[in-house]
């Protein structure tokens, strides 16, 4: 991916852990944990999807793995 394409996905994936960890936790520092882990996910995972049988295009494939990472911070979190 070029670099705007990947300051997009990171951003993307920011803003999926900080609508899920608001959702989830609600309060506290989760949204910022649940904001990295976001990120971080949408960037590792979308490569990772992208070399499997489940590619969807960068976009998506960063989507889908923004959404998981963050989901399961914001329920490790809320535990």
Avoid: C, H, K
Avoid at 54 to 78: F, K
């Amino acid at each position: 991916m070029d670099p705007n394409s990947v300051l997009f996905v990171v951003a993307m994936g920011a803003m999926l852990g900080v609508v899920l960890g608001f959702l989830v936790s609600g309060e506290g520092y989760g949204w910022l944990l649940n904001a990295i882990a976001g990120a971080v996910g949408a960037v590792l995972g979308g490569q990772l999807l992208a070399n499997s049988g489940v590619d969807l295009g960068p976009l998506v494939n960063s989507g889908i793995a923004a959404g998981v990472t963050s989901g399961l911070t914001a329920l490790v979190l809320r535990s």
